[in-house]
């Protein structure tokens, strides 16, 4: 066990609506990553946070795309207007400054109709 | 610019035998080197890292990698394959100075361990 949750597991909705999905790490956690990845590829990194900061951001990443950490604990990833091409496995990892490996959720698959 | 290579995507290994996944990198600094797992439908695992030191290390499940700095390579290994060992396996690749902790992955080698 990671230490690291994710809500909801699975997600199913129409093209045109928004999702959001919710990570919890550890309060230890400072940093928080969140990664898209589709079948049979590595990770792809969507954003970073340093405690509540947004320190990096994909350049690849959509301006439907949105994510918040408030007050440094949990923290959201919202796809506003989702496409089909959204479709894909959503994981958050986080760590601290004490280790150099990042921790992993479980992910959460979307699938948009 | 920074990278990992997986140069397989597939392994296929019969159970007890020895077992080898391939990765090189290319990092502009020092690097720090990983290896993670992923079972079907779930999220990545972490198995092991080399960040100084010995450049053989071992991690969870009897899985050990070797550190080539010449080759820059980071192997991972074992020596008994397991039917349970199949699954899909990311190298990951990151700057010593990097202060966003940030990754570089591999595009991952699928392990497939017959009986």
């Known amino acids: 066990d990671t230490g690291v949750s994710q809500d909801p597991r699975h997600k199913i909705t129409k093209r045109g609506q928004n999702v959001t999905f919710r990570c919890d790490p550890i309060?230890?956690?400072?940093?928080l990553y969140w990664y898209r990845q589709t079948l049979g590829q590595g990770p792809e990194f969507l954003t970073y946070f340093q405690n509540e900061a947004q320190l990096e951001k994909s350049r690849l990443l959509s301006d439907r795309f949105s994510a918040e950490r408030p007050k440094g604990s949990f923290s959201t990833l919202e796809i506003q207007r989702t496409e089909q091409g959204d479709s894909a496995m959503y994981l958050c990892a986080a760590g601290d400054y004490s280790y150099n490996e990042q921790f992993f959720g479980p992910g959460t698959r979307l699938t948009v109709l | 610019a920074q990278s990992v290579a997986q140069p397989e995507d597939q392994v296929n290994v019969a159970e007890g035998n020895p077992l080898t996944v391939k990765c090189t990198y290319s990092?502009?600094?020092?690097?720090?080197l990983f290896w993670y797992v992923q079972y079907p439908n779930r999220g990545l695992q972490f198995l092991l890292k080399y960040i100084t030191g010995d450049n053989l290390v071992k991690g969870s499940y009897g899985f050990e990698a070797e550190f080539n700095k010449s080759q820059t390579s980071f192997h991972l290994k074992k020596p008994s394959a397991l039917v349970s060992d199949s699954a899909l396996y990311f190298c990951?690749?990151?700057?010593?100075?990097?202060?966003?902790?940030?990754?570089?992955w591999g595009a991952g080698t699928k392990l497939i361990i017959k009986p």
């Open positions: 990092v502009s600094g020092n690097p720090y």
């Open positions: 309060s230890e956690h400072n940093r």
């Open positions: 990951a690749v990151r700057d010593k100075m990097d202060s966003n902790y940030q990754l570089i």
